[in-house]
């Protein structure tokens, strides 16, 4: 049957699964708009186009599936682009369907022309420009699949105006060829064979768990090797939620804002199991001198990860899952009382300078407020945090028992992800308790999609921990500067009124005894809700492990109030 | 050391701009970038020619192995490969001088393929040495202008490269290459 390549485009993408995407219309892709109305897709109008990226990206993380992001040409394509970069570092499995001058126009400065393959190419797992609406199935059918095998990630279509309009045969590709495109998904017998040696050999072995264990769903897999081996395991920002917090076997958050304990196990191992992360410079500090007593073995798919910042002892390039599979069948059951023994001596010492032990002051901290938070939802509402002081300490302190329900920017690091990711898990879960924490820094830079969370009535509760400062930069430095502050102080306005001229209920929180009550009037409320907490404004996130610095040679927080900061060595 | 790869692509336009910016955006220098048709219309060959340490070699093979559109990477350097480069080099030459070029030509086995009233052009094809040879002698007498073609390589026999990306070598099978899911 003939259709027009923008028919083609909703066909196809109906046939992938989809059943929402985040967009806004404009010159370049008006015959996909209109198109659209004949098809059962809901369409989310957002205000800014890297909401719609950010949007796409949390509903891919919380659901599993590919998120879909649409914009127009030229300054359409452009803003979703820290969208783009954004899914691209965390891989995260999008396809953006961006709008094109017509083909006969592409090269000539068009209005709104902008050459979106050649901006979008370093920050895409792989992108197209569509000229002619004959290609537009078999693309947007390996767009899809591109997105989402193999280590998934951002995919681009940019499909010029001719070829949204012009008619061509359609007939859904049943298969598709990419002979240059084959992720890998076993590992070698022989390298699992080294593999098990060494783990048979370890005293003092320990599992980095990354975002990869929730991308491969090997969360079964990665308990049943770790309880087998009895190999603690410590995680990456974005590799919580992979193992239950409250195992006794699950160390928390490694790297520069990590448990104290866990960067001491890592220095201390003789055996580092990475499954599914990618040895990131906030997760390893000073290469030279990173688990300097660790044999190294690393699971990963991405054979371009391995040996990329740490050389490893065994690679095993493969899909986590199936690895883990193939890898417990070779271990036997070992007992690593004593390591376990240290580590726990370690954590206690921690626990005593944490925020947690310190009597009530009369001061909100963010640690205290997230976790009442915690403690008032169970720990079960999903959370997705925007960047910075609150992010981290989102990590330290909201516990994650299950996985995918912890959505944060890891690598990119975007500020404004908060809030939009926020109301596109809520599209992949709108039956769930969904939390956004966020900084009064990174708020306002995606705010207007409060207009957008109102519109589609989304049920997400916002928690917002101002302290009129950029935190994080204040943190550096308080730190690093001579506490000379520059450019950190932000005079925000009424928060409360601005939920108010949405429409959105809003409460303001100023001591700790209000937090409660204002988590449970969010709670309670339908729709969105907005809690602004005014939090300590010079608070700092600790432990602490300076840029470039050993692991072990963190900035502690000081015991109780004393102000001497003291570096810890194993 | 010098590292020669093999890479086959899959012939689309833009992708000669993938692999660039590849490089570009890894910090990868290379040497030399030849690119060209095969005996298949849907597939491209390029030879990469770099000086690096072993550690970047490794890397570029990887990344470039990421690419959708590369279909093939294979190392042949240090392997049974026949290694060539093609050089057109014009030489300043009044009419007197042309036997002297003759003779260096000849030893060379390169060719005059043009002579103008003051200047010849030389095309000599082989290693990189022996071109850099008759760079060298030619040098004194004048170069007015030159251009080579970059190095390609062809493995002798039924000989394949190595293939040292994880994952590039016998983790697939034939019909794992069509994708249907």
């Known amino acids: 049957m003939r259709k027009t390549g923008a028919d083609i485009l909703w066909e196809c993408m109906l046939r992938e699964g989809v059943e929402v995407v985040f967009g806004y219309p404009g010159g370049a892709n008006m015959p996909i708009y209109d198109a659209m109305l004949n098809y059962p897709v809901h369409h989310v109008l957002v205000r800014h186009e890297q909401g719609a990226a950010h949007m796409a990206d949390g509903y891919a993380r919380a659901s599993g599936k590919v998120g879909v992001a649409m914009a127009t040409s030229g300054p359409g394509a452009t803003n979703l682009v820290t969208g783009i970069a954004t899914a691209m570092m965390d891989s995260s499995p999008i396809v953006c369907v961006t709008g094109q001058v017509a083909a006969h126009l592409v090269g000539g400065d068009a209005f709104q022309e902008t050459d979106v393959t050649g901006i979008t190419l370093p920050i895409t797992k792989h992108n197209y420009l569509v000229t002619h609406s004959e290609e537009v199935a078999q693309v947007v059918r390996e767009a899809f699949y591109i997105a989402r095998s193999g280590r998934p990630g951002p995919v681009l279509i940019d499909i010029c105006k001719n070829a949204q309009i012009e008619q061509a045969e359609f007939e859904y590709p049943e298969s598709i060829s990419l002979p240059g495109y084959r992720p890998p998904s076993h590992a070698p017998q022989a390298d699992l064979q080294r593999a098990a040696r060494l783990i048979a050999q370890a005293e003092r072995p320990l599992i980095l768990a990354g975002h990869g264990v929730l991308m491969s769903g090997a969360m079964e897999e990665l308990s049943t090797f770790a309880i087998k081996t009895h190999t603690p395991i410590a995680s990456t920002l974005l590799g919580l939620g992979s193992f239950p917090a409250s195992h006794p076997l699950s160390l928390g958050m490694m790297g520069m804002h990590g448990e104290a304990y866990c960067n001491l196990a890592i220095q201390n191992a003789d055996l580092l199991l990475a499954f599914g992360m990618r040895f990131d410079d906030r997760v390893t500090g000073n290469l030279r001198t990173y688990a300097p007593y660790a044999r190294k073995i690393h699971v990963e798919i991405d054979p371009s990860e391995v040996h990329k910042n740490v050389h490893v002892d065994v690679p095993l390039v493969g899909d986590l899952k199936t690895v883990l599979r193939d890898l417990v069948p070779l271990v036997d059951e070992y007992d690593h009382e004593s390591w376990l023994a240290q580590i726990a001596s370690w954590r206690s010492e921690s626990e005593q300078r944490d925020i947690l032990a310190w009597p009530e002051d009369g001061k909100l901290y963010v640690a205290h407020v997230l976790r009442d938070l915690w403690q008032a939802t169970q720990g079960a509402a999903i959370i997705t945090t925007d960047v910075g002081q609150h992010q981290m300490w989102a990590a330290q302190y909201y516990l994650q028992e299950r996985s995918h329900r912890f959505i944060t920017s890891g690598g990119a690091g975007t500020m404004g992800f908060g809030l939009p990711s926020a109301i596109g898990t809520w599209f992949a879960h709108p039956d769930q308790e969904i939390w956004t924490i966020v900084g009064d820094g990174g708020f306002q830079m995606t705010q207007a999609e409060l207009s957008t969370a109102v519109q589609e009535g989304a049920n997400i509760k916002i928690a917002l921990m101002n302290n009129n400062f950029l935190g994080m930069v204040r943190q550096w430095q308080e730190f690093f500067f001579e506490k000379r502050y520059s450019a950190v102080e932000l005079r925000n306005p009424d928060f409360v009124k601005i939920a108010d001229a949405h429409g959105i209920p809003a409460r303001r929180v100023e001591t700790p005894d209000e937090v409660l009550p204002a988590i449970e009037f969010a709670r309670q409320t339908p729709g969105p809700v907005l809690v602004e907490f005014r939090v300590e404004k010079e608070e700092a996130v600790y432990p602490m492990v300076p840029t470039g610095a050993d692991l072990d040679a963190m900035i502690r927080r000081p015991v109780r109030q004393q102000l001497a900061v003291e570096t810890v060595r194993r | ?181």
């Open chain 2, 1 to 181: 050391m010098q590292y020669t790869l093999i890479a086959l692509v899959e012939n689309k336009p833009g992708v000669l701009n993938r692999v660039a910016s590849l490089f570009r955006r890894r910090n990868f220098n290379i040497e030399s970038l030849n690119v060209g048709r095969t005996e298949r219309d849907d597939i491209s060959r390029m030879t990469i020619v770099m000086n690096s340490e072993e550690t970047d070699a490794r890397k570029v093979e990887v990344n470039l192995y990421k690419l959708v559109n590369v279909i093939d990477v294979q190392d042949v350097t240090n392997q049974p490969a026949v290694l060539r480069d093609l050089a057109l080099i014009k030489v300043k030459a009044v009419p007197e001088q042309r036997a002297e070029i003759a003779n260096l030509v000849a030893i060379f086995r390169a060719r005059i393929v043009d002579v103008a009233p003051d200047s010849v052009i030389v095309e000599i094809t082989g290693t990189e040495d022996k071109i850099e040879g008759l760079i060298e002698l030619l040098r004194p007498i004048g170069i007015l202008e030159m251009v080579r073609s970059g190095q390609v390589a062809m493995m002798r026999g039924s000989n394949n490269g190595v293939r040292h990306a994880p994952g590039a070598n016998g983790h697939h099978s034939e019909e794992e290459l069509t994708v249907g899911y």
